[in-house]
T-cell receptor
Framework: NAGVMQNPRHLVRRRGQEARLRCSPMKGHSHVYWYRQLPEEGLKFMVYLQKENIIDESGMPKERFSAEFPKEGPSILRIQQVVRGDSAAYFC????????????FGPGTRLTVT | QKEVEQNSGPLSVPEGAIASLNCTYSDRGSQSFFWYRQYSGKSPELIMSIYSNGDKEDGRFTAQLNKASQYVSLLIRDSQPSDSATYLCAVWGGSQGNLIFGKGTKLSVKP
């Protein structure tokens, strides 16, 4: 399967725990984007990464959230000390070139904070 | 603040009819425009991209772009019940900007 892969598909965390979400881009794609979708709301951009570089993190909350895309391995979105308001669907997308190009989405990770 | 506006719907059309979905955007410098389909509980699926004024056709789908009016639309011909989904309009504003999504229009195609 050459599509964007995300895992886990569902993640349950208690308040105060850490959530770690993984994304492997489509084959041949080197640009990765993370989005968050709250129920009944639109997709909100969080961060744009290339290998070993954060290109734009203007949509990331200033605290508790971080993202990386190492030279080897998947991109990681990390949420520390989760709160109930972090419960959402987190989608990763990838593109062959920059953000003006077509982005293809993975299946998403549904995070539930109890 | 760059915005993308869509009528939330629901838009209900009978099977076989043409469904027309509309989107307006605030940034006059926007250069790339995309339509995504999202079924309930699933991830967005890219169905059309358009970059220049005019029409672009792909099967039953036609995207229309009018940059002067800051307006982009999606027409679905011969609508099928399987087309029932939320349709998201996304706009890329240029110069390191990021995709901005509208909240989507929910389409219901009645058999």
């Amino acid at each position: 399967n050459a599509g964007v892969m995300q895992n886990p598909r569902h993640l349950v965390r208690r308040r105060g725990q850490e959530a770690r979400l993984r994304c492997s881009p489509m084959k041949g794609h080197s640009h990765v984007y993370w989005y968050r979708q709250l129920p009944e709301e639109g997709l909100k951009f969080m961060v744009y990464l290339q290998k070993e570089n954060i290109i734009d993190e203007s949509g990331m909350p200033k605290e508790r959230f971080s993202a990386e895309f190492p030279k080897e391995g998947p991109s990681i979105l990390r949420i520390q000390q989760v709160v109930r308001g972090d419960s959402a669907a987190y989608f990763c997308a990838s593109s062959e070139a920059g953000s003006s190009y077509e982005q293809y989405f993975g299946p998403g990770t549904r995070l539930t904070v109890t | 603040q760059k915005e993308v506006e869509q009528n939330s719907g629901p838009l209900s059309v009978p099977e076989g009819a043409i469904a027309s979905l509309n989107c307006t955007y605030s940034d006059r410098g926007s250069q790339s425009f995309f339509w995504y389909r999202q079924y309930s509980g699933k991830s967005p699926e890219l169905i059309m991209s358009i970059y220049s004024n005019g029409d672009k056709e792909d099967g039953r789908f036609t995207a229309q772009l009018n940059k002067a009016s800051q307006y982009v639309s999606l027409l679905i011909r011969d609508s099928q019940p399987s087309d029932s989904a939320t349709y998201l309009c996304a706009v890329w504003g240029g110069s390191q900007g990021n995709l901005i999504f509208g909240k989507g229009t929910k389409l219901s195609v009645k058999p």
